[in-house]
Protein backbone atom coordinates (compact mmCIF):
# COMPACT_ATOMS: atom_id res chain seq x y z
CA UNK A 1 0.00 0.00 0.00
CA UNK A 2 1.36 3.84 -0.56
CA UNK A 3 1.07 4.51 3.34
CA UNK A 4 3.70 1.99 3.59
CA UNK A 5 6.41 2.91 1.56
CA UNK A 6 8.82 5.45 1.99
CA UNK A 7 8.52 9.65 2.25
CA UNK A 8 10.94 9.43 -1.29
CA UNK A 9 9.04 6.43 -3.11
CA UNK A 10 5.99 8.47 -2.36
CA UNK A 11 7.56 11.60 -3.21
CA UNK A 12 8.64 10.14 -6.19
CA UNK A 13 4.90 8.58 -7.09
CA UNK A 14 3.20 12.08 -6.52
CA UNK A 15 6.01 13.84 -9.06
CA UNK A 16 5.64 11.46 -11.59
CA UNK A 17 1.52 11.70 -11.50
CA UNK A 18 2.18 15.39 -12.07
CA UNK A 19 4.63 15.71 -14.66
CA UNK A 20 1.83 13.15 -16.69
CA UNK A 21 -0.91 15.30 -16.08
CA UNK A 22 1.47 18.38 -17.22
CA UNK A 23 1.80 16.37 -20.51
CA UNK A 24 -1.60 15.34 -20.47
CA UNK A 25 -2.58 18.70 -20.52
CA UNK A 26 0.08 19.83 -22.68
CA UNK A 27 -0.76 17.57 -25.55
CA UNK A 28 -4.63 18.50 -24.50
CA UNK A 29 -5.13 22.02 -24.41
CA UNK A 30 -4.01 22.69 -27.62
CA UNK A 31 -7.03 20.82 -29.50
CA UNK A 32 -9.37 21.78 -26.84
CA UNK A 33 -8.48 25.34 -28.03
CA UNK A 34 -8.69 24.25 -31.71
CA UNK A 35 -12.71 22.79 -30.79
CA UNK A 36 -13.13 25.80 -28.77
CA UNK A 37 -12.26 28.46 -31.75
CA UNK A 38 -14.56 26.51 -34.55
CA UNK A 39 -17.79 27.14 -32.38
CA UNK A 40 -16.58 30.70 -31.65
CA UNK A 41 -17.72 34.07 -33.04
CA UNK A 42 -15.82 36.78 -34.87
CA UNK A 43 -16.11 39.42 -32.58
CA UNK A 44 -14.64 36.81 -29.81
CA UNK A 45 -11.93 35.83 -32.36
CA UNK A 46 -10.58 39.63 -32.50
CA UNK A 47 -10.82 40.21 -29.36
CA UNK A 48 -9.28 36.97 -27.78
CA UNK A 49 -5.89 35.89 -28.38
CA UNK A 50 -6.83 32.23 -26.73
CA UNK A 51 -9.66 30.44 -25.62
CA UNK A 52 -10.72 27.20 -24.42
CA UNK A 53 -14.15 27.56 -24.14
CA UNK A 54 -16.04 30.72 -26.31
CA UNK A 55 -18.86 32.21 -24.81
CA UNK A 56 -21.51 32.26 -27.05
CA UNK A 57 -21.33 29.10 -29.39
CA UNK A 58 -22.37 29.39 -32.81
CA UNK A 59 -22.02 26.77 -35.36
CA UNK A 60 -21.88 28.69 -38.77
CA UNK A 61 -18.45 27.33 -39.38
CA UNK A 62 -19.88 23.73 -39.50
CA UNK A 63 -23.06 24.56 -41.74
CA UNK A 64 -20.21 26.39 -43.97
CA UNK A 65 -18.45 23.46 -44.11
CA UNK A 66 -21.37 21.31 -44.34
CA UNK A 67 -23.32 23.31 -46.72
CA UNK A 68 -23.40 21.03 -50.02
CA UNK A 69 -23.71 17.22 -49.83
CA UNK A 70 -20.38 17.26 -51.67
CA UNK A 71 -18.78 16.81 -47.87
CA UNK A 72 -20.94 13.65 -47.42
CA UNK A 73 -19.45 12.19 -50.30
CA UNK A 74 -16.07 12.88 -49.78
CA UNK A 75 -16.35 11.10 -45.97
CA UNK A 76 -17.62 7.89 -47.81
CA UNK A 77 -14.90 8.16 -50.15
CA UNK A 78 -12.32 8.86 -47.35
CA UNK A 79 -13.99 5.47 -45.54
CA UNK A 80 -13.85 3.39 -48.62
CA UNK A 81 -10.27 4.31 -49.05
CA UNK A 82 -9.34 3.87 -45.48
CA UNK A 83 -11.00 0.40 -44.94
CA UNK A 84 -10.11 -0.91 -48.83
CA UNK A 85 -6.28 0.18 -47.81
CA UNK A 86 -6.12 -0.71 -44.17
CA UNK A 87 -7.26 -4.42 -45.63
CA UNK A 88 -4.77 -4.21 -48.87
CA UNK A 89 -2.42 -3.30 -46.57
CA UNK A 90 -2.34 -6.09 -43.92
CA UNK A 91 -2.71 -8.23 -46.37
CA UNK A 92 0.36 -7.83 -48.59
CA UNK A 93 2.57 -6.84 -45.39
CA UNK A 94 1.46 -9.95 -44.14
CA UNK A 95 1.81 -12.14 -46.54
CA UNK A 96 5.00 -11.30 -47.49
CA UNK A 97 6.59 -10.31 -43.89
CA UNK A 98 5.68 -14.61 -42.66
CA UNK A 99 7.74 -15.86 -45.68
CA UNK A 100 10.77 -13.37 -45.30
CA UNK A 101 10.73 -14.66 -41.04
CA UNK A 102 11.26 -18.27 -42.26
CA UNK A 103 15.24 -18.45 -42.11
CA UNK A 104 15.11 -21.88 -44.99
CA UNK A 105 13.22 -19.44 -47.45
CA UNK A 106 15.87 -20.01 -50.63
CA UNK A 107 16.83 -16.03 -51.24
CA UNK A 108 15.25 -14.53 -48.46
CA UNK A 109 19.30 -12.47 -47.89
CA UNK A 110 18.86 -10.87 -51.69
CA UNK A 111 15.21 -9.96 -51.31
CA UNK A 112 15.73 -8.23 -47.53
CA UNK A 113 18.47 -6.38 -49.42
CA UNK A 114 16.02 -5.00 -51.95
CA UNK A 115 14.10 -4.24 -49.57
CA UNK A 116 16.09 -2.31 -47.59
CA UNK A 117 17.22 -0.80 -50.79
CA UNK A 118 13.11 0.92 -51.34
CA UNK A 119 13.83 2.56 -47.24
CA UNK A 120 16.96 4.49 -48.26
CA UNK A 121 15.73 5.34 -51.61
CA UNK A 122 12.73 5.47 -53.99
CA UNK A 123 11.63 6.48 -56.88
CA UNK A 124 10.40 10.03 -56.69
CA UNK A 125 7.06 11.84 -57.58
CA UNK A 126 7.25 12.11 -61.36
CA UNK A 127 8.60 8.14 -61.86
CA UNK A 128 5.55 7.49 -59.52
CA UNK A 129 3.02 9.57 -61.44
CA UNK A 130 4.06 8.06 -65.02
CA UNK A 131 3.64 4.33 -63.62
CA UNK A 132 0.75 5.08 -61.96
CA UNK A 133 -0.65 6.71 -65.58
CA UNK A 134 1.12 4.02 -67.88
CA UNK A 135 -1.13 1.76 -65.99
CA UNK A 136 -4.33 3.51 -66.47
CA UNK A 137 -5.02 4.16 -62.60
CA UNK A 138 -5.66 8.05 -62.78
CA UNK A 139 -8.55 9.17 -61.54
CA UNK A 140 -9.16 5.88 -59.81
CA UNK A 141 -9.41 4.76 -55.91
CA UNK A 142 -6.90 2.08 -57.25
CA UNK A 143 -4.18 4.98 -57.65
CA UNK A 144 -4.34 5.83 -54.21
CA UNK A 145 -4.48 2.10 -52.60
CA UNK A 146 -1.54 0.49 -54.25
CA UNK A 147 1.23 2.03 -55.28
CA UNK A 148 1.66 2.32 -51.17
CA UNK A 149 0.45 -1.55 -50.60
CA UNK A 150 3.52 -2.31 -48.40
CA UNK A 151 5.51 -0.24 -46.26
CA UNK A 152 8.95 -1.03 -45.94
CA UNK A 153 9.24 0.17 -42.18
CA UNK A 154 6.03 -2.10 -40.92
CA UNK A 155 7.29 -5.44 -42.97
CA UNK A 156 10.40 -5.54 -41.30
CA UNK A 157 9.07 -4.88 -38.06
CA UNK A 158 6.20 -7.69 -38.86
CA UNK A 159 8.94 -10.24 -40.07
CA UNK A 160 11.06 -9.65 -36.74
CA UNK A 161 7.65 -9.71 -35.05
CA UNK A 162 7.31 -13.23 -36.50
CA UNK A 163 10.68 -14.83 -36.21
CA UNK A 164 10.19 -14.47 -32.37
CA UNK A 165 7.16 -17.10 -32.16
CA UNK A 166 8.98 -20.09 -30.69
CA UNK A 167 9.48 -22.67 -34.18
CA UNK A 168 7.41 -25.63 -31.67
CA UNK A 169 3.83 -24.07 -32.65
CA UNK A 170 4.38 -24.46 -36.46
CA UNK A 171 6.16 -27.70 -36.28
CA UNK A 172 3.45 -29.32 -34.23
CA UNK A 173 0.95 -27.58 -36.68
CA UNK A 174 3.14 -29.01 -39.92
CA UNK A 175 2.88 -32.75 -38.34
CA UNK A 176 -0.84 -32.49 -37.84
CA UNK A 177 -0.68 -32.00 -41.66
CA UNK A 178 -1.22 -28.29 -41.89
CA UNK A 179 0.36 -26.40 -44.97
CA UNK A 180 2.18 -22.84 -44.62
CA UNK A 181 -0.71 -20.84 -45.53
CA UNK A 182 -2.91 -22.50 -43.08
CA UNK A 183 -0.44 -22.18 -40.62
CA UNK A 184 -0.32 -18.56 -41.11
CA UNK A 185 -4.07 -17.99 -41.41
CA UNK A 186 -4.99 -20.27 -38.38
CA UNK A 187 -1.87 -19.86 -36.02
CA UNK A 188 0.06 -17.17 -36.87
CA UNK A 189 -2.47 -14.28 -37.33
CA UNK A 190 -4.36 -14.83 -34.22
CA UNK A 191 -1.14 -14.68 -32.02
CA UNK A 192 0.18 -11.34 -33.96
CA UNK A 193 -3.46 -9.54 -33.13
CA UNK A 194 -1.91 -6.44 -31.46
CA UNK A 195 0.96 -6.40 -33.97
CA UNK A 196 -1.71 -6.35 -36.54
CA UNK A 197 -3.52 -4.11 -34.92
CA UNK A 198 -0.87 -1.73 -34.46
CA UNK A 199 -0.03 -1.60 -38.32
CA UNK A 200 -3.98 -1.52 -38.82
CA UNK A 201 -3.92 2.11 -37.05
CA UNK A 202 -0.56 3.15 -39.02
CA UNK A 203 -2.08 2.12 -42.33
CA UNK A 204 -5.84 3.66 -41.33
CA UNK A 205 -4.03 7.28 -40.35
CA UNK A 206 -2.14 7.22 -43.59
CA UNK A 207 -5.26 6.63 -45.61
CA UNK A 208 -7.37 8.78 -44.00
CA UNK A 209 -4.59 11.75 -43.88
CA UNK A 210 -4.94 10.85 -48.13
CA UNK A 211 -3.68 14.40 -49.30
CA UNK A 212 -0.86 14.86 -51.99
CA UNK A 213 -1.40 11.68 -53.82
CA UNK A 214 -5.14 12.49 -54.13
CA UNK A 215 -3.92 15.93 -55.67
CA UNK A 216 -1.61 14.00 -57.94
CA UNK A 217 -3.61 11.20 -59.54
CA UNK A 218 -7.88 12.94 -59.15
CA UNK A 219 -8.66 15.24 -61.50
CA UNK A 220 -12.56 14.01 -60.51
CA UNK A 221 -13.50 16.51 -57.85
CA UNK A 222 -16.64 13.81 -56.79
CA UNK A 223 -13.51 10.95 -55.90
CA UNK A 224 -11.76 13.58 -53.41
CA UNK A 225 -11.33 12.35 -50.09
CA UNK A 226 -12.23 14.51 -47.00
CA UNK A 227 -8.90 16.34 -47.06
CA UNK A 228 -8.22 17.64 -50.22
CA UNK A 229 -12.12 18.90 -49.99
CA UNK A 230 -11.64 20.47 -46.44
CA UNK A 231 -8.84 22.06 -48.16
CA UNK A 232 -10.52 23.58 -51.16
CA UNK A 233 -13.59 24.97 -48.31
CA UNK A 234 -10.65 26.67 -46.25
CA UNK A 235 -9.00 28.06 -49.76
CA UNK A 236 -12.98 28.97 -50.51
CA UNK A 237 -13.27 30.82 -47.20
CA UNK A 238 -10.54 33.11 -47.32
CA UNK A 239 -11.62 34.25 -51.08
CA UNK A 240 -8.67 32.10 -52.47
CA UNK A 241 -11.40 29.91 -54.89
CA UNK A 242 -13.91 31.52 -57.22
CA UNK A 243 -16.56 28.71 -57.26
CA UNK A 244 -19.47 29.35 -55.19
CA UNK A 245 -20.90 25.88 -56.08
CA UNK A 246 -19.93 24.45 -52.76
CA UNK A 247 -21.36 27.04 -50.07
CA UNK A 248 -24.39 29.68 -50.08
CA UNK A 249 -23.77 33.06 -50.84
CA UNK A 250 -25.45 34.30 -47.28
CA UNK A 251 -22.85 32.77 -45.30
CA UNK A 252 -19.60 35.02 -44.17
CA UNK A 253 -17.42 33.23 -41.78
CA UNK A 254 -14.30 33.95 -40.28
CA UNK A 255 -11.39 32.00 -41.94
CA UNK A 256 -10.10 31.30 -38.64
CA UNK A 257 -13.28 29.40 -37.72
CA UNK A 258 -13.18 27.82 -40.63
CA UNK A 259 -9.59 25.88 -40.02
CA UNK A 260 -10.73 25.55 -37.00
CA UNK A 261 -13.71 23.80 -37.87
CA UNK A 262 -11.87 21.31 -40.28
CA UNK A 263 -9.12 20.46 -38.30
CA UNK A 264 -11.90 19.34 -35.98
CA UNK A 265 -14.04 17.16 -38.76
CA UNK A 266 -10.57 15.29 -39.97
CA UNK A 267 -9.03 14.82 -36.77
CA UNK A 268 -12.33 13.35 -35.15
CA UNK A 269 -13.49 10.55 -36.70
CA UNK A 270 -9.42 9.10 -36.45
CA UNK A 271 -9.87 9.90 -32.79
CA UNK A 272 -13.36 7.98 -32.56
CA UNK A 273 -11.25 4.47 -33.50
CA UNK A 274 -7.94 5.05 -31.51
CA UNK A 275 -9.82 3.66 -28.03
CA UNK A 276 -10.73 0.38 -29.04
CA UNK A 277 -7.30 -0.10 -30.43
CA UNK A 278 -5.11 1.64 -28.01
CA UNK A 279 -4.58 -1.50 -25.51
CA UNK A 280 -2.58 -3.40 -28.24
CA UNK A 281 -0.80 -0.37 -29.26
CA UNK A 282 2.28 0.31 -27.18
CA UNK A 283 2.67 -4.08 -26.77
CA UNK A 284 2.31 -4.15 -30.66
CA UNK A 285 4.85 -1.51 -31.22
CA UNK A 286 7.76 -2.76 -29.05
CA UNK A 287 7.29 -6.25 -30.42
CA UNK A 288 9.10 -7.35 -32.98
CA UNK A 289 11.50 -4.03 -32.42
CA UNK A 290 13.92 -5.98 -30.45
CA UNK A 291 15.47 -8.81 -32.81
CA UNK A 292 16.59 -8.67 -35.61
Known amino acids: MLRDRSWSSRLFDYLNMTLLILFALAATLPFVHIVGTSFATEQEILTRDFMLFPTVFTWDAYRFI ?8 SLAVTVLITVAGTAINLFFTSMMAYPLSRRELIGR ?4 MLILFTLLFSGGMIPTFLIVKSLGLLNSYWSLLLPGAISTFNLIILKNFFQQMPDGIEESAKIDGAN ?10 PLSLPAMATFALFYAVGHWNTFMSAILYMNDSKKWPIQVLL ?13 AESVPDYLHIPPETVKMAVITVATLPILCVYPFLQKHFAKGVLLGSVKG
Open 109 to 112: KPIM
Open 231 to 243: RSIVLLSQGGLQD
Open 180 to 189: DLSILIRIVL
Open 66 to 73: FASDRITN
